[in-house]
Nanobody, 128 residues
Framework: QVQLVESGGGLVQAGGSLRLSCAAR??????????MAWFRQAPGKEREFVAA????????YYANSVKGRFTVSRDNAKNTVFLQMNSLKPEDTAVYYC???????????????????WGQGTQVTVSS
């Protein structure tokens, strides 16, 4: 299993940038064996997929709403996944969660049901 802790959220003006981090502590398994993803949930809305990355970072996948603005990456030596968010919009306001999938390390999924472990979330607020 894996424990995930997100950080880096905060308040930013529209057009600004934030970098989210997700630190992982794994048990009896290497971090690179987990595909990782970012999801977000805005008030009153369903949780939605943002970005995903395979175990060694060879494959990335993005929601259409963030393509060209967000970049997901990982540093397996540091057991950390990042989400660089540029050109932020008020509609990006949400709680952002990272998630780990132990069964999809060679690919990346946009289905939240494929992910087994979740962080507590970090709030991102984008002002107009």
């Amino acid at each position: 299993q894996v424990q995930l802790v997100e950080s880096g959220g905060g308040l930013v003006q529209a057009g600004g940038s934030l970098r989210l981090s997700c630190a992982a502590r794994t048990v009896r398994r290497t971090f690179s064996s987990y595909a990782m993803a970012w999801f977000r949930q805005a008030p009153g809305k369903e949780r939605e997929f943002v970005a995903a990355i395979s175990g060694r970072g060879a494959t990335t996948y993005y929601a259409n709403s963030v393509k060209g603005r967000f970049t997901v990456s990982r540093d397996n030596a540091k057991n950390t996944v990042f989400l660089q968010m540029n050109s932020l919009k008020p509609e990006d306001t949400a709680v952002y969660y990272c998630a780990a999938d132990s069964g999809r390390y060679l690919s990346a999924s946009d289905d939240e049901h494929d992910y087994d472990y979740w962080g507590q979330g970090t709030q991102v607020t984008v002002s107009s």
